[in-house]
């Protein structure tokens, strides 16, 4: 399964057949830092994604200088 | 996973409160938790015209998205920083939301108004470049605000923003800066307008949520000199925490908001005055914003690049 992470762009391939939460975990990606986003909809961390699907992990951290 | 409202299949959970939501029902979710901030602080009524101050990020335009939805009377404030490609997209995204959504946008441009944009001011007075930015960014605010009779100027400041400030303040115990954190801060002079930050009760994974919902065109990329930043890294510790115990970061803020915050506001007394050269107001005779300037142009003298 192909996963793109972001900040910077790139892509990593990960097992599918499991749940969402296990991929974070494997990637050692904290839940509540990203979207999971596969298509055009979010995904829980408990659904089971499959090795054809394609995840985006877009961050959802801003920092640095609000006003 | 369920929605906690209708037991439709959920699109976000959000462990803090206990519940999972679909996207209809998150919407709704994510507009009461606006209104009540709204509500509870008094941030505006419905009479007053809101200045919205935006970065083409997914805090401010969300928060723009909502207040219009409301039915609030809104300009959008984009502030032109400088900072290479990553302004020229942001700017661009903001256009595109305010001619969407057919409302207006104002520009200011820290270049024009500083003399030099953010990298440069970097340069110049080698300190983190979010410091000089923060400080444009507030001066102009305000200024803009005044300048166009606007009462208020909301950010799309969020939880975790508002408790990663609270955390560094704590962590050098900045007892000055503990009183002045809050969802709403008082127009404490004629010249100082209003400033509110309808978003704080939400989490910056929910403001996401919202704008991808509400496909919201934003800039993902983040500011090229976030990278390394203090407030980032205290995110992250922040993020440890509510992974191990979630609501952390809602105790922690809103804990300090309700039991903390006053003890700090009585030991305060900050006279203010106008800047002699400006007009604008400061603690001191010249304001911060002025001497900024005055460095720039030194440096600029000097033979420093200002472009």
């Not at chain 1, 974070?24 to 999971?36: G, N, Q, R, T, W």
């Not at chain 2, 400080?135 to 605010?141: E, F, P, Q």
């Amino acid at each position: 399964m192909k996963v793109v992470l972001r900040n910077p762009r790139r892509e990593v391939e990960v097992a599918g057949g499991r749940r969402v939460k296990d991929v974070l975990a494997e990637l050692k990606i904290i839940p509540e830092s990203v979207l999971v986003i596969r298509g055009d909809e979010l995904v829980t961390a408990d659904q089971v994604v499959r090795d054809d699907d394609v995840l985006e992990l877009r961050p959802v951290m801003s920092g640095g200088g609000h006003p | 996973m369920k929605c906690r409202k209708c037991g439709d299949r959920a699109s976000i959970e959000l462990r803090r409160h206990n519940a999972a939501f679909c996207v209809t029902d998150f919407q709704e979710f994510f507009r009461k938790q606006v209104r009540e901030a709204i509500r509870k602080h008094r941030m505006f009524t419905e009479d007053e015209s809101v200045l919205v101050a935006v970065s083409g990020g997914k805090d401010s335009l969300a928060l723009w998205d909502v207040l219009i939805d409301e039915g609030y009377r809104t300009t959008g404030l984009y502030l032109d920083l400088g900072i290479f490609d990553y302004s020229v997209e942001s700017k661009a995204k903001c256009e595109a939301f305010a001619a969407a959504r057919g409302v207006p946008l104002l520009v200011s441009s820290v270049a024009e108004e500083v003399g030099a944009p953010v990298p440069v001011i970097k340069q110049v007075t080698r300190r983190p470049p979010c410091s000089g930015c923060g400080l444009s960014k507030r001066y102009l605010m305000n200024r803009v605000a005044l300048e166009h009779g606007f009462p208020v100027v909301a950010t799309g400041h969020n939880l975790d923003d508002e408790a990663a400030t609270l955390f560094g303040s704590v962590m050098h115990w900045q007892t000055d800066a503990l009183p002045r954190q809050s969802p709403a801060l008082a127009s404490t002079h004629p010249k100082l307008v209003r400033r509110v930050k309808p978003l704080y009760r939400l989490s910056e994974r929910e403001t996401a949520a919202y704008a991808f919902f509400r496909k919201i065109d934003y800039i993902v990329d983040e500011c090229p000199f976030a990278k390394g930043a203090t407030s980032i890294a205290h995110k992250e510790i922040l993020n440890q925490m509510e992974e191990a115990s979630p609501g952390a970061k809602h105790n922690f803020l809103f804990g300090f908001l309700e039991k903390g915050r006053a003890a700090f506001e009585r030991i305060e007394h900050v006279e203010l005055h106008e800047c002699v050269r400006c007009g604008q107001v400061t603690t001191g005779t010249v304001c911060a914003f002025c001497k900024l300037a005055d460095h720039v142009k030194r440096a600029s003298a000097e033979g420093a690049p200002t472009a």
